[in-house]
């Protein structure tokens, strides 16, 4: 790549703008959709714990990664692994961690999409003081309404995805500096306002208690949404790891780590700035905003006496029933719907970034950016369709049996509980928790053990000399082993759930 179009891919216009467009794409359904609901369902306090020391020893030295690779490659993701291993004299297929990345990518916007959508619907439903007064059915109905006709979940999404697609394909300065510059803040406001109004309620107590007092049989052992412990023929608790993986997956997740988003991020990034001082900015942004969403959603769910353990609906049904119960609902439902939308706005902004920034270096000749911008938003709004039905309650099941009786297939068993799972749940999982971890693996494996260490220390040379030595001695070890250890014991020592 020649000079000209290295400065014709744009930078940061400061740095600030690097850490407000991370933090942007950090900060999102995850935090605020998917972190309550994952807390609740797996026993509160315990999982936070693991879930704080997996940011500290994952998140935190992959995304120092992350940045890294993008800034020394200053290319998409795929261009970047693709220069930097040949650099090093190692083999080209290390630009397959990059398209495994844009997969994932892929994946995780096309159900995201689906989600904003619904959040959207909500801030009108919210607003229109829909929820007030309603009985658990109603809230139910209401619900059902939505995600009941695909044609309805379609139009959100498709609404949704034009909105991501407009912000990317106007670039960097005009698009996507711009839109996080307001963005941001707004989000900042409208949290605390919903802290401030969690803390009047008579449930804020009980809240804090469920948050940061660790219980680790509730980490360890199944539950159901009550909270109540799972037994087994013999009476006895059901041991599981689940818990542990999903707090690993979601330290990868909420931070937008593993798939890229973060290293074509930092191939804007200007050299004078410290990598450990960006990372430090962004990962207390996202922390401090998923423990505040907490404390803004559980005072609610406790003061309605309502199960925090609901699952992905804790959000369209718990919440919309207690705000539904209390004074000044409607508005305060309003804002958290809309608090949520924007989060979830800046994210899928960079869960498409990569992809069109490699569309648009790799095809600059057929694709401008708006035109890559719109390709891949097109391509991804047709992968959300299968979001939309799953929504509506696909099952694998349902998928696969057609298509078996169709090849004439006679006598398969569709008994298992595989089968049964919801498509949109199994997309979810499988990205979040297996797919990010094993991505945010090849890079660190590739930074540690791969790249030549001249390209390391120039990019580090801002560093302090602790900094270096701590983040190596953690890409090396500890986190390929932490990830390592959480996969092997979830896939063969516990079998359970
Ligand atoms: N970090 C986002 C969230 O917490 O909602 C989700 C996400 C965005 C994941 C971008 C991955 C990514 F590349």
Not at 313 to 322: K, N
């Amino acid at each position: 790549m020649n000079a000209a179009t290295l400065s014709s891919r744009g930078q940061w216009s400061t740095h600030m703008a690097f850490i407000l467009a991370a933090v942007g794409s950090a900060i999102g359904l995850g935090n605020i959709w998917k972190f309550p609901f994952i807390v609740g369902m797996y026993g509160g306090g315990a999982f936070i714990l693991v879930y704080l020391v997996f940011i500290l020893i994952i998140g935190t030295p992959v995304m120092m990664t992350e940045i890294m690779l993008g800034r020394r490659g200053r290319q998409s993701p795929v261009g970047t692994m693709q220069t930097l291993a040949m650099q090093a004299g190692r083999s080209a297929a290390w630009r397959y961690v990059g398209w495994f990345g844009m997969l994932a990518g892929f994946l995780i916007l096309s159900y995201y999409s689906v989600v904003g959508g619904e959040v959207m619907a909500y801030v009108f439903r919210a607003g229109s003081g829909a929820f007030e007064n309603q009985t658990a059915d109603g809230i139910r109905a209401i619900l059902t309404r939505l995600i009941g006709e695909p044609e309805k979940l379609l139009a959100w999404h498709t609404i949704f995805m034009v909105l991501t697609t407009i912000v990317v394909a106007r670039g960097l300065r005009l698009g996507l500096e711009r839109t996080v510059r307001w963005l941001m803040p707004a989000l900042f406001v409208l949290l605390l306002i919903l802290v401030g109004y969690a803390m009047s309620l008579k449930g804020f107590d009980q809240a804090v208690d469920f948050l940061f007092r660790p219980d680790f049989d509730r980490l360890f052992y199944l539950q159901d949404s009550h909270g109540r412990f799972v037994l087994d023929d013999e009476g006895q608790r059901i041991f599981t790891w689940t818990p542990v993986m999903v707090a690993m997956g979601h330290s990868f997740f909420t931070l937008s780590l593993g798939m890229g988003a973060i290293m074509v991020y930092g191939s804007y990034l200007n050299r004078e700035v410290s990598i450990f001082r960006m990372t430090l900015a962004v990962v207390s942004a996202d922390t401090v905003v998923a423990i505040l969403a907490g404390l803004a959603i559980f005072p609610l769910v406790f003061t309605a006496e309502l199960a925090p353990g609901e699952g992905p609906d804790l959000i369209f049904l718990t919440l919309p029933l207690a705000f539904g119960s209390m004074p000044g609902g409607a508005f305060f439902g309003t804002l958290f719907f809309l608090l949520l939308l924007f989060a979830a706005w800046s994210s899928a902004i960079s869960l498409m970034e990569p992809a069109v920034a490699w569309l648009s270096e790799r095809h600059a000749a057929r694709f401008d950016r708006a035109a890559a911008a719109t390709w891949i938003g097109i391509l991804i709004w047709l992968l959300g369709i299968v979001s939309v039905f799953a929504t509506s309650g696909t099952t694998l099941r349902d998928v696969i049996e057609p298509v078996v009786k169709w090849l004439g297939i006679d006598g398969m068993d569709f008994d298992s509980r595989v089968f049964s799972l919801n498509l949109f749940n199994i997309i979810d999982f499988a990205t979040a928790n297996i797919m990010l971890p094993l991505g945010g693996l090849a890079m660190i494996v590739f930074a540690a053990w791969f790249m030549r260490s001249e390209s390391i220390q120039a990019e580090m040379a801002m560093e302090r000399t602790v900094v270096v030595r701590g983040w190596r001695l953690l890409i090396r070890y500890v986190t390929p082993v932490a990830i390592l250890f959480v996969f092997f014991y979830r896939l063969v020592v516990s079998v359970q759930a």
